[in-house]
């Protein structure tokens, strides 16, 4: 079957790097999101991963390993207002996005 | 308006009520989904529609009706619902359903609480 494992709950420091990991088992694959999602809203688009990698956007990194199935969501500098839902989605063999259940993480003072 | 946008975006209903959610899409995509987000689970994908045509349907209980009449707008009959099927119900589009790179736009949602 098809599975997306990630953390239920992160909590981490203002001013600090949290890494969220997320392990995917698709049946073929074709890239991987990351969206963050604010309690009561939509979704929104943070990354896309389809080679191994780095990929660095600002204060947010993703990274892909595709031969381990593995990617992490990497925050730096974090702010109270990074507090959200992190959802992993990997792309299968049919285009479909297969979703993890998403990952709270909780900022602190 | 820009993006997506969901309506209404709270909705209280008996498990006798019939109701609809819209769904209306300004971003010129091909592609329109529903999804079903609970808490603590994955989003579950309900339908697709690429170019109106319905696509996808995972097995999705009959008491859920979609409609897609053009590329732009997304409905979903409700009827004779469950408790359990309270929920937050995402609408999203996407430019290219069957490419690797297939960004999806995600609406607010309509939280559905049935009584």
């Known amino acids: 079957g098809q599975n997306i494992d990630q953390p239920t709950e992160m909590t981490a420091t203002e001013g600090a790097i949290v890494q969220i990991n997320c392990t995917y088992q698709?049946?073929?694959?074709?890239?991987l999101f990351w969206y963050q999602q604010h309690a009561g809203e939509a979704p929104t688009f943070l990354s896309y991963n389809v080679l191994d990698g780095l990929e660095e956007k600002g204060r947010f990194s993703s990274f892909l390993s595709r031969s381990k199935g593995y990617s992490y969501l990497l925050l730096k500098e974090l702010q109270m207002k990074d507090s959200a839902s992190y959802l992993c989605?990997?792309?299968?063999?049919?285009?479909?996005?297969?979703w993890g259940a998403g990952t709270k993480l909780i900022i602190k003072p | 308006e820009t993006g997506v946008t969901q309506t209404p975006r709270h909705l209280v209903m008996g498990m006798t009520n019939k109701k609809s959610l819209k769904c209306e899409q300004h971003l010129g995509h091909n592609a329109m989904y529903w999804y079903k987000q609970s808490a603590k689970k994955p989003l579950e994908l309900m339908f697709v529609?690429?170019?109106?045509?319905?696509?996808e349907n995972n097995s999705v209980p009959s008491r859920f009706s979609p409609e897609c009449p053009n590329s732009s707008h997304l409905f979903l009959h409700l009827h004779t619902l469950q408790p359990e099927d309270s929920a937050l119900y995402l609408c999203?589009?996407?430019?290219?359903?069957?490419?690797?790179?297939?960004?999806?736009?995600f609406g607010p949602g309509t939280r559905l609480t049935v009584l």
């Open positions: 989605a990997a792309t299968d063999s049919n285009y479909q996005l297969i």
């Open positions: 529609y690429n170019f109106k045509e319905q696509t």
């Open positions: 698709t049946s073929g694959f074709n890239g």
């Open positions: 999203a589009s996407s430019q290219d359903p069957g490419s690797s790179y297939n960004e999806q736009f």
